[in-house]
């Protein structure tokens, strides 16, 4: 049976595996980065960003090369989820 995720980012899911939305990305982000740096080509020319977005949105890491290794920080927990200011965000980001 595959993990039950909740709703909310930070409400556990009901069921024998409780994970919320934000630990479902924890554990799965350093896979990702393990298989993009098993390839050859993604691990050349692979890039990541990360930006955390509820109540605001903020560049938590600017688009780094995947072969800088880049440190991922813990992510801010927020209360809502305001997409139209991750949108602002995105369109005044580089």
């Known amino acids: 049976m595959s993990p039950r995720v909740g709703a909310s980012p930070w409400q556990k899911a009901q069921g024998a595996q409780h994970f919320t939305p934000l630990e479902t990305i924890e554990h799965a982000l350093p896979d990702m980065l393990s298989a ?11 890039h990541l960003a ?10 938590m890491v600017p688009m780094t090369p995947v072969s800088q290794d ?3 920080p813990t992510l801010p927990r927020q209360i809502f989820t ?3 200011a991750v949108f602002q965000h995105l369109e005044h980001s580089e």
Do not use: C, K, R, W
């Open 50 to 59: 990360v930006i955390a977005f509820g109540d605001d949105a903020q560049t």
């Open 36 to 46: 993009l740096e098993e390839d050859e080509t993604a691990h050349d020319t692979a």
């Open 70 to 72: 880049p440190s991922i």
């Open 82 to 84: 305001n997409y139209v």
